[in-house]
């Protein structure tokens, strides 16, 4: 698994199912992401302008009304929920404000439901990750203004 870059590895045949998945087994295990490694910047030489036309001197890149977006990213592989069972209400939408206690989805992982909490505060954003769909760790499931 190593030797390849596999996290999870299954196979089923005539009757006989193997799963294997790097981690804890059945134990939850929270981790923290790893912060952005920097790169090397390298300048690309803007197109040329047609004569009579001016340059703007702003930024082409618009930020968000209130400030930048924090991302909350998926802590493990799994499958991500919005909710705790198919019949209940969501545990968070759009415009709902969170603080870092706030459980923001259920991610399984190994037939374990893994409650995951905000880490940070502000109002719901944009939600990322699709429910009932596999997520991968680091992956971005929330942004929070």
Do not use: W
Request: contains cysteine; charged residues 20%; glycine residues 8%.
């Amino acid at each position: 698994m190593k030797k390849n870059d596999l996290s999870v590895f299954e196979m089923e045949k005539d009757g006989f199912k193997l799963k294997l998945q790097k981690g804890a087994g059945d134990q939850t295990v929270f981790m923290q992401p790893l912060l952005p490694v920097s790169t090397p910047q390298i300048a690309i030489p803007a197109p040329a302008l047609p004569a009579g036309t001016r340059a703007s001197s702003s930024p082409a890149v618009a930020e968000e009304p209130g400030g930048p977006l924090k991302d909350i990213v998926s802590p493990m592989v799994g499958t991500f929920y919005r909710q705790a069972s198919p019949d209940a209400p969501s545990f968070v939408d759009i415009g709902k404000a969170i603080d870092a206690e706030t459980v923001v989805c259920i991610i399984e992982a190994m037939k374990v439901m893994n409650e995951i909490k905000a880490e940070t505060s502000g109002v719901i954003a944009e939600i990322v990750a699709e429910n009932g769909k596999p997520v991968q760790f680091g992956q971005v499931l929330f942004r929070v203004r």
